[in-house]
């Protein structure tokens, strides 16, 4: 298992009890309070956290602030296509 599926398991059941009408804010709050603490300072653990938690947010209306989010925007193309990461 990489680190990125590992923090997507997390992130799955930190917040398989929220409602499906939670705000966006709300489930970054849970997000964020799951992330196990020796993953914010280990680079591998901290990047793969990041792209788990981006994943997980903009299903629900997450706009990243990202250097490709913004060409993408600009280009008027599809952030994320559906295809694996």
């Not at 799955?12 to 966006?24: F, G, S, Y």
């Not at 653990?45 to 981006?54: C, E, F, I, N, T």
């Amino acid at each position: 298992m990489t680190w990125r599926e590992e923090a997507a398991l997390i992130i799955a059941h930190a917040t398989r009890a929220l409602p499906a009408d939670a705000p966006l804010h709300e489930r970054k709050r849970v997000v964020d309070a799951a992330r196990p603490l020796g993953w914010m300072c280990a680079s591998w653990p901290k990047k793969a956290w990041q792209a788990a938690r981006r994943d997980y947010l903009v299903r629900f209306g997450y706009q990243p602030k990202t250097k490709k989010a913004k060409q993408q925007a600009a280009e008027g193309l599809p952030l994320f296509d559906g295809g694996s990461a």
